[in-house]
């Protein structure tokens, strides 16, 4: 496991309610800045066919094909299963 992820488990035993909820909201943000900042650069180069990865429903990261970019989703194709799956969530595979 990540050390760091030590600390913060540690740190929030500690925190008020107040630094807590400050915490989560700094979390929040930088999470959809860096979903935002993936949705830029993803949109441009992603299209139908190419392979990508996602965080699903259970975090596990799972591995799919793009069927189809729409605006601001795509449909990946994980087995027999259609994802619809927002373009900033999605990673080009390795």
Do not use: C, H, Y
Not at 18 to 42: G, P
């Amino acid at each position: 496991m990540n050390g760091f992820l030590e600390v913060l488990r540690t740190a929030r035993l500690t925190m008020s309610d107040d630094e807590l909820s400050e915490a989560v909201q700094l979390l929040n943000n930088e999470k959809n800045t860096r979903r935002e900042r993936a949705f830029k650069v993803n949109k441009g180069s992603m299209k139908a066919g190419d392979t990508v990865s996602f965080i699903n429903n259970d975090g596990d990261r799972v591995l799919g094909e793009v069927k189809k970019v729409k605006q601001k989703k795509a449909i990946v194709v994980v087995g027999n299963v259609n994802w619809d799956v927002p373009i900033g969530m999605l990673s080009a595979a390795r």
